[in-house]
């Protein structure tokens, strides 16, 4: 049994070594497609964070500008750490090659720059899709059993402000 498995050991460091070189060219990628943006990517976060919200007053707008980057740049470095180890365990080395070799050229970063727009926006989508699901999913799942608390997408809606 350990003559079988101690030929498993060069395959084992080959792995190692390959994740190594994958590890490296993800964070290429991510520097090519997420990081050059940050600043840009949070600005637009807090204006859209701040049109978002009715009656905001001038001191109240101040603080999220002098705050909120702060904040969400811990969220970001964790979430961009995931994406990293996310390519690197999902692409083999000739995918990420070919991905980092694209977006470095001016018209790789172009099109990330569009694409984290797109991610953006689809993001609020999916929050938006998931709070109206989730109401409409309660309210019919509340007709059919006894739920404590407000049981109407309109109930549920008022509850939460």
């Known amino acids: 049994m ?12 080959a792995q190692d070594a390959d994740i190594e070189v994958r590890a490296a060219l993800a964070e290429r990628l991510i520097d090519a497609t997420a990081r050059d943006g940050l600043d840009k990517m949070m600005d637009d976060v807090i204006t859209r964070q701040q049109d978002a919200i009715p009656n905001l007053t001038e001191e109240q707008r101040a603080w999220n500008v002098a705050n909120v980057p702060t904040i ?20 083999t ?10 977006y470095e050229t001016p018209e790789g970063r172009v099109i990330a720059a569009k694409q984290n727009d797109v991610g953006a926006h689809l993001g609020e989508g999916l929050i938006a899709f998931m709070q109206a699901y989730f109401a409409d999913y309660r309210a019919k799942y509340c007709a059919a059993f006894d739920c404590p608390g407000p049981t109407s997408a ?6 939460a402000h």
């Open 154 to 159: 309109s109930e549920m809606g008022k509850s």
């Open 72 to 91: 969400m740049e811990r969220h970001l470095i964790v979430m961009i750490d995931d994406m990293e180890r996310r390519y690197a365990e999902t692409f």
């Open 2 to 13: 350990a003559a079988v498995l101690g030929g498993f050991a060069p395959y084992a460091m």
């Open 93 to 102: 080395t000739a995918e990420l090659r070919a991905l980092v070799g694209f």
